[in-house]
């Protein structure tokens, strides 16, 4: 069982509020992912870290932002949340080694509504 | 880029039946390529993982196969059950452990 955790599990706020995902994993590992998922739709990078004090942007745009202030704590905020934000949010973390036994982990995924 | 593709997007079997789920992509120079299963509304749960190296790998009723010059993997589950339902995703390492993923493909095993 990965030791990767996201908190909450559900959350459904209004137009407006300030919002943070917690991602928090217990493995040491290096680098740590945010994928947006809608329901049935594929997965999309939206940020990524190589590390404490290291964040970049993913292939899709996104309105959240990172941080990266300790090894096993990745947080995704969004500052003012629109029913456009609405979907899923999945963090995932691996070790961080250009090598071919590098495997990625998941968390059980946030599940934001944004009414 | 690199692009993966999953084929098919959905497929429901009896239940008791072997079946091959198909990935491919597009740029054979990766490092790994992972196996997930996603159940709806939840995270994904690694399967699988083969190296470069390697051309199969097996867990229980699951085999996976990887070619990677002709870029493909075939995920094998014999005897299904209805517990097996759930999304199938692909996913190659390249670079930086850049993680592409496949669209998946949705299994559903009627008991």
């Known amino acids: 069982e990965a030791d990767i955790y996201q908190t909450p599990r559900y959350l459904v706020i209004g137009t407006g509020k300030k919002i943070t995902l917690e991602c928090s994993q217990t493995m040491g590992h290096d680098k740590m992912y945010w994928y947006q998922q809608d329901p049935g739709m594929e997965l999309h990078l939206i940020h990524y870290?190589?590390?404490?004090?290291?964040?970049e942007k993913g292939d899709l745009s996104s309105e959240s932002t990172v941080s990266r202030i300790r090894t096993e704590h990745f947080p995704l905020t969004l500052e003012s949340a629109r029913p456009s934000h609405t979907s899923q949010y999945l963090c995932?973390?691996?070790?961080?080694?250009?090598?071919?036994?590098?495997?990625?982990?998941f968390g059980q995924g946030t599940r934001l509504t944004v009414v | 880029k690199q692009e993966v593709t999953q084929i098919p997007a959905a497929l429901s079997v009896p239940e008791g039946e072997n079946l091959v789920l198909n990935c491919s992509f597009t740029?054979?120079?990766?490092?790994?390529l992972q196996w997930f299963r996603q159940d709806p509304g939840k995270g994904l749960t690694s399967l699988l993982l083969?190296?470069?190296?390697?051309r199969e790998q097996t867990s229980g009723r699951l085999n996976a196969s990887l070619d990677k010059s002709s870029g493909r993997s075939t995920l094998y589950i014999a005897a299904s059950q209805p517990g097996d339902s759930a999304t199938y995703l692909c996913a190659v390492s390249t670079g930086a452990n850049n993680l592409f993923f496949g669209t998946g493909t949705r299994l559903t095993v009627i008991p």
């Open positions: 740029d054979s120079a990766i490092y790994n």
């Open positions: 995932a973390s691996s070790a961080y080694r250009t090598g071919p036994n590098t495997e990625a982990f």
């Open positions: 870290s190589y590390g404490v004090n290291s964040t």
């Open positions: 083969i190296q470069s190296s390697q």
